[in-house]
C-alpha cells in the first residue's frame, strides 16, 4: 500500500460519510471536538470495515491513569467500579443516536394520520357551523397536509437515527426500492447502518412487514388477473360496447 492510500481517511457524522481527509485533518476534528469517539464511524484503505473513532491508534489521546504510590496508598476499596461499556453495545443502544427513534416513527407514519383524520371529520360539522362552508373547503386542504409533513419531517430523522443519509428518502418513490427504505424505518434500531444488528423486536417487527408486503403482492396480483378475465369474457366486452354505444348515442 501506497503512502497516498495510508492518508486517505472517511468518517461519518450524524448518518453522513465525509471524506477523503488526511489524518491531521482528522486530529484538528478531534480537538475541535467535532469527531464522537463512539458515535463517529472511521475507515481507511486496508481496513475491513469501518470502526469507531475512537479504536483508531494515535487519533485521540488515551490518558494512563497513575497509580498512587505504594506508601500513599490506602485501605483497598472494596468497591468495584463498573466496567466500561464497549462500542458495539453502546451503538446498539436506541437512544445514543440522534434522531427519530422507531417507536416515534411507527406512531407519527401510522398512528397519527388515522387519529388527525378521525378528529378532523368528528370537528368538521362544528367549525364548518362557525366558519363556513369556504373557508372548512380551505381548512381541509390544509389538514390533509400535516400528516404529510409530519410523515416527511420524521422519515428524515428516522434515516439519521439509523446512520443513513436523508437522501435514501427518495427512494419512498422508487418502486421495489421504497419496500427496502421502509423495512429500514419500520424495523431496524438505532445506527443499524453501523452495527448490522436486529434486535428482538426488530425481528418481530421485520417478519410482520414482509408478511404484509406479501399479502399486498398476492392481492395486487389477484385483482390484476381478475381484471385480465373478464377483459376477456364475451359477456362483459358485449357490455362494455353496450355502454360506449349508451354513452355515445344522441340524447333526445
Not at 164 to 169: A, D, F, K, P
Request: glycine share 8%.
Amino acid at each position: 500500500m501506497n503512502d497516498t492510500l495510508q492518508d486517505v481517511w472517511f468518517y461519518t457524522r450524524e448518518g453522513g460519510r465525509i471524506g477523503p481527509v488526511t489524518f491531521a485533518e482528522l486530529r484538528v476534528k478531534v480537538a475541535e471536538a467535532a469527531l464522537n469517539p463512539r458515535l463517529d464511524m472511521v475507515w481507511t484503505h486496508g481496513m475491513a470495515e469501518w470502526k469507531p473513532a475512537g479504536e483508531i491508534e494515535g487519533l485521540f489521546e488515551r490518558r494512563t491513569p497513575v497509580e498512587p504510590s505504594p506508601s500513599l496508598a490506602g485501605a483497598a476499596d472494596p468497591y468495584t467500579p463498573p466496567q466500561q461499556e464497549s462500542p458495539e453495545n453502546f451503538m446498539a443502544k436506541e437512544g445514543g443516536w440522534p434522531g427519530a427513534r422507531r417507536r416515534s416513527f411507527i406512531i407519527a407514519t401510522l398512528v397519527f394520520p388515522f387519529l388527525w383524520a378521525l378528529a378532523f371529520a368528528a370537528a368538521t360539522p362544528f367549525l364548518t357551523s362557525e366558519f363556513g362552508p369556504d373557508i372548512m373547503k380551505i381548512a381541509a386542504i390544509g389538514a390533509n397536509l400535516i400528516p404529510f409533513i409530519v410523515g416527511l419531517y420524521f422519515g428524515l430523522q428516522r434515516l439519521v437515527n439509523l446512520g443513513m443519509s436523508r437522501w435514501w428518502y427518495l427512494g419512498n418513490f422508487v418502486p421495489f426500492l421504497n419496500f427496502w427504505v421502509g423495512y429500514r424505518c419500520f424495523t431496524c434500531p438505532a445506527g443499524y447502518a453501523h452495527h448490522r444488528k436486529l434486535d428482538g423486536p426488530g425481528v418481530f417487527l421485520a417478519i410482520v412487514y414482509w408478511l404484509l408486503i406479501a399479502i399486498a403482492l398476492l392481492a395486487v396480483a389477484a385483482v390484476v388477473a381478475l381484471m385480465l378475465g373478464a377483459i376477456g369474457s364475451p359477456e362483459i366486452q358485449q357490455q362494455i360496447r353496450d355502454a360506449v354505444r349508451a354513452a355515445s348515442a344522441p340524447k333526445a
